[in-house]
């Protein structure tokens, strides 16, 4: 069953224009600092992830507004590439009490744009059987 979906755009030029070290310590975790910083274009990995982030708070219909951080959702991938996330702290207590049990996510970006959809469900098959997403 669906607990819910959200979806993010983000202007790449926009935002790599406001990025800087302090924002990715205060956005990413170690391990989504270090893929994201591997790659030729590494604004795009960042703000493929940031607009799951954003995605993810909207499929649990909440922000940090209430209370949700940054770093308690974590945009990993398992053995075989699948994307999906890790929700700790007050996501993953959100998540806990909302009966998700799994996400699903498509991350997408061009030269100009970055995307993100996710799904969170109770009882299906996505990235994990765990709420809080570990692979």
Do not use: C
């Amino acid at each position: 069953m669906i607990i819910g979906v959200g979806i993010d755009l983000v202007d790449l030029d926009e935002f790599r224009d406001r990025l800087s070290d302090t924002v990715i310590r205060e956005l990413f975790l170690p391990e989504e600092i270090e893929y994201s910083s591997s790659r030729a274009r590494p604004w795009e990995s960042y703000a493929v992830r940031f607009a799951a982030k954003e995605a993810a708070f909207k499929a649990l219909g909440a922000g940090r507004a209430q209370g949700l951080a940054w770093k308690d959702i974590e945009v990993v991938r398992d053995a075989n590439g699948v994307v999906g996330l890790r929700l700790t702290g007050s996501a993953g207590a959100l998540a806990d009490k909302r009966g998700v049990t799994g996400s699903l996510v498509s991350l997408t970006h061009t030269r100009r744009t970055a995307a993100a959809v996710v799904v969170l469900e109770s009882g299906g098959e996505g990235l994990s059987d765990h709420p809080r997403g570990t692979p």
